[in-house]
């Protein structure tokens, strides 16, 4: 056998694609393709007709500081840094608070439509006089009134009771009704435009508008350590959307600008508050200043120091001159007891009595006198008595003068002490009197201070009231994009042929996915890569015929089945004995065409002047009789197998007539014994008795998983050819074949695929010069 033939045609390798099989498989369905693709374009033409146009709009602000006021300069003034988080600003900016008060004043819950024939648009306003009656809080249901233009009024329905009114003049401020609304058309001009279109107003909760405000509006930081914002917004009408803009900006401004006023009204309402306190507690402590001088006689502390001291001074000079003065004193009593009645009395010692030193100067005198008398007239002179009597009585005035000077002396002594006594405790209270004066005037300096503070917080909040800064700064109002984002044509475009090309394809790659039956050679390869394929049978169109009944044909059907015949060449053994060959034709199941391939096999081999013969095996089911118009109750195999005297040449059949060396044996009677019958050894005779009269001995046997009938006579095999149906046999049937191939049941094995191109959902088309068709195949 040669091996080339495996090589270069049945051996490849199951992990190459073949790029351009994949692509002519899908290829082949080609018009779904471009239906697909036109009904998507076609759609796509249809939405982007029709599709409402979503335009975006944006805007840019700044966030001013809000730590930004009139403030006096402080310490850190020159090195402040702005301390904006934009985090916190966006989530502010995109309230519900600050949402709600928008659609509030946008009246965002009451909308506009104009109702074409298929498309309804959104509209900023009415193209004529309206005027909402409801007031927007107190919409609490949804409702809607279609407004159609007539020529002799307007005619409203109520969506919700399908309830018509007819408004004549065109002017409901005339006519009483119950609508949340009232309209007007004064232009004659605008009428004429007018008349025949149909307009919507809807009306729904306020709480719905914000939350769906809250859903379209965007809000980013404009780079990493910008102070800039910008809000983004998508919508229908062009006029909304930069409303809702400039509108969110208008309210988070004063928002911003409310919170700074409503901080600098709580300070001067606090500092208000607090005033009033302080000046309780500053009047409280002056009287108690005032009170505490009162009670200590404090004038000034200092003052009162050096007076207090002055006077222990004083007050000390005046004990030291009153102990001075008794110290004389005793002195002095001390000379005037302890003298004689003849001896003077020191004078102007330092007493401060006058009275003593007078009687002092008159005793001494009298002293004097009488010396000078005792002198002249003697002791005993009567002058004399008489002067030493007043002498002895000016010694007892003396005496007398000084001891009632002594006690004066005492007293004043005892008073100067208690006086003493008195100016050192006041001197000693100074400093307890100093702390705590200080401690008033401490906290009265404190209230001050606090009370200036105050006073000065209050002007910067009040000048901040009066001159509060904006919150933001408005970089660029809201502007809407020339063209519509949505939709884009380029992209719906690309998608409708993207779609309109991948939706069939993947249909097709889904059923080819799902599909597993057997296609082409690829798939039995991939499984038995040691076994070649040695043909491709093609599936013929209906009414085809399906026999190669004309030797000379140059149809696909006979070109196929002599490329076939070729190839059983290249398979067959070498032999030198010129006897005929045998080639089996089996299958895994019934149904796959063995007896189809092996008729025209046959006839292939016949057509170029070889003795064939084909023997009808399968004697389970045998089908060959229904291509010749033979009675299926012919003699043939079983008879020959059955009967020992039975002539299997008297039973041959010539079924075609442009086949000379064409013979049939027919399988016969169908016996109820089969596998015995081939297995007696009269099948074995009968083979090598047609090698010697034939070239090729084709038998059509029976399909191997059903019965063992084929193996049973494998081994008269020269070589095997196992059929498998596109689109009919199971891939996963061909594990069977390959065991029986590896296991050598099956001698000389080599696959034929039969009805190739029976499923067009793999289009294939081999072209053996001449252009395969399509259609129904052999059933057998």
């Not at 008060?101 to 309206?130: C, H, S, W």
């Not at 500092?271 to 000034?300: G, H, M, P, T």
């Not at 993207?498 to 599909?515: R, T």
């Not at 498998?724 to 046999?729: G, K, L, Y």
Request: proline share 3%; glycine share 6%; aromatic share 8%.
């Amino acid at each position: 056998m040669d091996n080339s033939f495996n090589t270069n045609a049945a051996f490849e390798d199951e992990s190459n694609v073949d790029l351009k099989q994949e692509i002519r498989k899908y290829l082949r369905f080609w018009p779904w393709f471009v239906l697909t693709l036109g009904i998507a374009l076609f759609g796509a033409y249809f939405y982007l007709r029709y599709a409402p146009r979503i335009y975006q709009t944006s805007a840019t602000m700044k966030i001013l500081d809000k730590s930004d006021g009139l403030e006096l300069p402080t310490q850190g003034f020159v090195f402040k840094r702005s301390n904006i988080n934009l985090e916190n600003e966006i989530q502010i900016l995109t309230s519900y608070r600050i949402l709600e008060k928008v659609a509030r004043d946008l009246m965002l819950n009451t909308r506009f439509f104009e109702e074409g024939t298929i498309q309804t648009t959104e509209m900023a306003e009415l193209p004529f006089v309206y005027e909402q009656v409801i007031h927007t809080d107190s919409i609490k249901n949804g409702m809607s009134y279609v407004i159609e233009v007539k020529n002799a009024g307007f005619e409203i329905l109520e969506s919700r009771t399908d309830q018509k009114s007819i408004i004549p003049n065109h002017n409901t401020f005339r006519v009483n009704n119950t609508f949340p609304f009232q309209l007007k058309i004064e232009d004659k001009e605008s009428l004429k435009k007018l008349v025949g279109k149909k307009y919507i107003i809807s009306y729904g909760p306020l709480r719905n508008a914000a939350l769906s405000l809250k859903s379209k509006i965007a809000v980013e930081p404009i780079g990493q350590q910008s102070d800039l914002l910008e809000l983004t917004v998508k919508g229908q009408s062009k006029e909304i959307s930069e409303k809702i803009l400039n509108g969110l900006m208008g309210v988070f401004n004063q928002d911003g600008i409310r919170d700074r006023q409503s901080v600098s009204k709580r300070t001067l309402d606090f500092i208000d508050e607090r005033f009033v306190f302080l000046a309780q507690e500053l009047d409280s402590i002056e009287v108690s200043y005032r009170d505490f001088k009162q009670e200590n006689n404090v004038i000034d502390i200092k003052t009162d120091a050096e007076l207090g001291l002055q006077l222990r001074s004083a007050s000390d000079e005046e004990v030291f001159r009153v102990e001075n003065q008794l110290a004389l004193e005793g002195l002095l009593k001390e000379a005037l007891t302890g003298t004689s009645s003849n001896e003077l009395l020191p004078n102007n010692i330092g007493l401060e009595s006058g009275n003593i030193n007078g009687l002092i100067n008159e005793y001494n005198s009298a002293i004097q006198e009488r010396d000078k008398l005792v002198s002249s007239g003697g002791k005993n002179n009567p002058t004399v008595q008489l002067i030493q009597s007043q002498i002895d009585d000016l010694k007892a005035n003396i005496s007398r003068s000084l001891n009632s000077y002594h006690e004066q002396l005492i007293m004043s002594q005892r008073q100067l002490r208690a006086r003493k006594s008195k100016f050192v405790g006041q001197v000693a209270q100074i400093p307890q009197k100093e702390k705590l004066l200080k401690s008033i005037e401490r906290q009265q300096q404190i209230k001050q201070s606090l009370y200036l503070l105050l006073l000065t917080k209050r002007e910067e909040a009040a000048i901040n009231l009066a001159i509060t800064e904006p919150s933001i700064k408005v970089v660029d109002y809201a502007l809407t994009s020339s063209g519509p984002i949505s939709p884009k044509s380029n992209i719906i475009y690309a998608g409708a042929v993207l779609g309109g090309l991948l939706v069939p394809f993947g249909i097709l790659y889904l059923i080819f996915m799902l599909n597993t039956k057997v296609q082409n050679k690829e798939d039995i390869i991939k499984v038995n890569n040691k076994v070649p394929v040695i043909g491709e049978i093609p599936d013929m169109k209906k009414n085809s015929e399906i026999v190669f009944e004309d030797p000379n044909a140059s149809t696909v059907l006979a070109e196929s089945f002599r490329i076939l015949s070729s190839n059983v060449e290249y398979i067959l053994p070498v032999k030198n004995d010129n006897k005929g060959k045998v080639i089996y034709c089996t299958s895994t199941i019934k149904g796959e065409g063995k007896t189809y391939v092996s008729i025209n096999l046959s006839l292939a081999l016949s057509s170029i002047n070889r003795r064939v013969l084909l023997i009808g095996a399968d004697l389970r089911n045998p089908q060959i009789h229904t291509h010749i118009k033979e009675g299926k109750d012919n003699a043939g195999l079983s008879n020959y197998l059955h009967d020992p005297d039975f002539d299997w040449k008297s039973s041959l059949v010539n079924g075609f007539e442009k086949h000379p060396n064409h013979h049939i044996l027919l399988s016969g009677d169908i016996p109820p014994n089969p596998a015995h019958l081939l297995t007696n050894g009269r099948f074995t005779k009968l083979i090598e008795e047609a090698k010697e009269e034939y070239d090729y001995i084709i038998v059509d046997t029976a399909p191997t998983i059903l019965v063992t009938d084929t193996m049973l006579i494998s081994q008269l095999a020269d070589a095997t050819v196992y059929l498998a149906r596109a689109n009919f046999t199971d891939k996963n049937l061909l594990k069977f074949s390959k065991e029986l191939a590896e296991t050598g049941k099956l001698k000389n094995m080599a696959y034929v695929i039969n009805g190739v191109g029976a499923s067009k959902s793999y289009g294939y088309s081999y072209n053996y010069g001449y252009g395969y068709g399509y259609g129904n195949e052999g059933e057998n």
